[in-house]
C-alpha cells in the first residue's frame, strides 16, 4: 500500500457564519436569504472611505463561548487588523480580520483519544458574493451581491495534526456538533473549510473553500493521490492553492499561493482596541452550555446507557435533545434509545438521510415505545412502522400499527370496558334507547380507542346492544 509509508499532514481552516443580528462592523441586518440582491448594505460594509467601523458586541460573545469550548486561551486584549488585497468582492481593498492577536489562542478538541491543536480562532468579515450567471468560468460577466458583505465569521484554525482524510473529516463533524451545542451558528448555514495538506514534509497546498464533510474527505483523497503520482515522476511539489471541482471530483490550480506578508496587515485605525474585562469573561463562563463531553457523561449516569449509545446520541445536538425530550414524558429510556440509535439512525442511512432531512415528532416516537413496553408490536412490526414513518407515507408508527392490524391482541377484557363506557355516557345511552343508532358509533370508537385497536368492530357493536339494554 502506498499510503503505508507516505507521511500524511492536513490542517484546516474553518468558517462559520455566527448567529448575529447585524453584520460584525455595521447595524445591517443578517437576513440575506431572504432578501433582493445589494438591498442589506451600508457605507460601512460597502467600504466607503471615511465611514466608521464599530464592533457588534454579540459576535464577540459568541466567539468567545467557541473559543471556549474549543479549549482556547481566550486574548482579553485584542485588535482588529485589515488584510490587504484587490478582488471585487472586497469594495474596501481590505477585509477586516485578526491577525497578530486573535480573540481565541492556542486550545484543542478531542477525537477519540487524539487531541487536535488549534492554533487560533478569530472574528473577520464575510466577502460579497460574485454571481457568475453561467456558471464558474462560463460567463461574459459577473454580478456582484453585497448583502453578504460584512457578514460575521469565526474562522478557526488546526495545527497540521489530522494524518488521513478519513480524520478530517471526523474532526468537521465533531466540531460542527459543538458549535451546535453552542447555539452560535447561523441556521441554514454550512461550515467551510480550507484544506492544507503536504505529503512527506513537502510543501503545503491549500484547497480552498470545501462545503460538505464528504466534499472535504474526496478533495483530500484525491490530492494525496496527485502528490504521490507528482513526486513519483520526480517533480516538486510547489505551494500554491487549488480549488476542488464536485463533478469531477478533481482538484485544480488556482494560483501561488500568497504568503502572510503578501497582505501587508496594518492595525485597523478606525477601531478601537478590545479588553474584555474578568467580569465580561466571567460571565460569558458561566453561561457556557452543556456541551457533548458532558451530556455524554450524563446520558450514561442518568439513563443508564452503554458510553457507546450516549456517544451516538450525542453526536447529533438534535437527536440528544429529542431522546430527552421523549423519555421525560416517561417513556423507557433503554427502548427509547433502541428506537432511535438502532432502528432510526440504520432508516437513515440506508436511505441516505440527515437527521435534519426528516420530520420527527417526539409524541410519535414515545407511543411507539410505550406500545413497545406493554408488549404489543413484534420487532417485525417495530421495523415495519418506522420505515413507513421516515420513507412512506409519514404516518405515525402507532396508526400505521393500528390501520394494518398489526397490534398485538393482549388478552382484554372486553365486557367490563363496555360497561365503563357505557356508564361514563349516560346521554349516548339514553339517546340510542331513544333511537338513535348513531350514538352506537360514537360509543363503538370509545370502546375502540380504550382496546388501543386491538377489538374487533363487530363484536364491540355486537357487546355495546347486549349490554346497553
Ligand atoms: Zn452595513
Known amino acids: 500500500m502506498e499510503n503505508e509509508e507516505t507521511k500524511v499532514m492536513i490542517g484546516l481552516e474553518i468558517h462559520a457564519y455566527l448567529d448575529t443580528k447585524s453584520k460584525l462592523f455595521c447595524s445591517c441586518p443578517t437576513n440575506v436569504n431572504e432578501s433582493k440582491p445589494n438591498s442589506l448594505c451600508c457605507p460601512v460594509c460597502l467600504g466607503h472611505p471615511g465611514s466608521k467601523p464599530v464592533l457588534n458586541e454579540k459576535a464577540v460573545e459568541l466567539g468567545t463561548k467557541v473559543g471556549l469550548a474549543l479549549n482556547c486561551k481566550i486574548n482579553q486584549d ?72 460584512g ?36 441556521p441554514e448555514t454550512t461550515l467551510k473549510a480550507d484544506c492544507n495538506i503536504s505529503i512527506n514534509g513537502g510543501n503545503r497546498v491549500e484547497i480552498k473553500n470545501i462545503s460538505g464533510f464528504a466534499n472535504a474527505k474526496k478533495a483530500l483523497t484525491y490530492e494525496i493521490k ?31 499561493k500568497e504568503t502572510e506578508e503578501d497582505y501587508g496587515y496594518i492595525f485597523d485605525p478606525d477601531l ?38 450516549a456517544k451516538v446520541l450525542c453526536s447529533d445536538f438534535e437527536l440528544s435533545n429529542l431522546f430527552e425530550t421523549i423519555v421525560k414524558k416517561g417513556a423507557s429510556p433503554k427502548i427509547t434509545n433502541q428506537i432511535l440509535t438502532r432502528e432510526f439512525l440504520s432508516i437513515l442511512n440506508h436511505d441516505s438521510l ?39 407515507d409519514k404516518t405515525s408508527p402507532k396508526s400505521y400499527l393500528e390501520k394494518n392490524n398489526l397490534l398485538v391482541d393482549t388478552t382484554i377484557d372486553l365486557d367490563s370496558i363496555v360497561i365503563s363506557v357505557i356508564d361514563a355516557n349516560p346521554k349516548a345511552k339514553e339517546d340510542y334507547k331513544n333511537g338513535n343508532e348513531k350514538t352506537l358509533n360514537f360509543l363503538a370508537g370509545q370502546i375502540m380507542r380504550q382496546t388501543k385497536g386491538s377489538a374487533q368492530i363487530d363484536k364491540v357493536l355486537e357487546k355495546l346492544k347486549e349490554k346497553i339494554n
Open 78 to 149: 485584542f485588535f482588529f487588523s485589515r488584510k490587504t488585497y484587490f478582488y471585487p468582492d472586497m469594495s474596501a481593498n481590505y477585509q477586516i480580520t485578526q491577525y497578530e492577536i486573535p480573540l481565541a489562542g492556542k486550545g484543542f478538541v478531542e477525537l477519540g483519544d487524539k487531541k487536535i491543536t488549534i492554533r487560533r480562532a478569530h472574528l473577520e468579515i464575510d466577502p460579497a458574493a460574485l454571481i457568475h450567471p453561467s456558471g464558474m468560468g462560463q460567463s461574459n460577466y459577473v454580478l456582484i451581491d453585497y448583502n453578504r458583505s
Open 151 to 186: 457578514l460575521p465569521l469565526i474562522e478557526i484554525v488546526t495545527e497540521p495534526d489530522l494524518t488521513t482524510p478519513d480524520e478530517a473529516r471526523e474532526f468537521l463533524i465533531t466540531l460542527e456538533n459543538i458549535l451546535s451545542y453552542l447555539l452560535v451558528l447561523k
Open 226 to 256: 496527485r502528490q504521490i503520482n507528482e513526486t513519483k515522476l520526480g517533480k516538486t511539489i510547489e505551494q500554491h492553492t487549488r480549488a476542488y471541482n464536485q463533478e469531477t471530483n478533481t482538484t485544480i490550480p488556482l494560483r501561488k
Open 272 to 309: 478601537v482596541k478590545v479588553n474584555l474585562t474578568d467580569e465580561y469573561l466571567n460571565k460569558i463562563k458561566s453561561s457556557m452550555p452543556e456541551l457533548p463531553k458532558e451530556k455524554i457523561v450524563r446520558f450514561i449516569k442518568e439513563y443508564n446507557l452503554s458510553e457507546y449509545d
Open 354 to 392: 440527515n437527521f435534519n432531512q426528516v420530520k420527527i415528532n417526539e409524541t410519535d416516537i414515545f407511543d411507539l415505545v410505550k406500545l413497545i413496553e406493554s408488549e404489543k408490536v413484534s420487532d417485525k412490526n417495530v421495523k415495519e412502522s418506522m420505515i413507513n414513518y421516515i420513507s412512506g
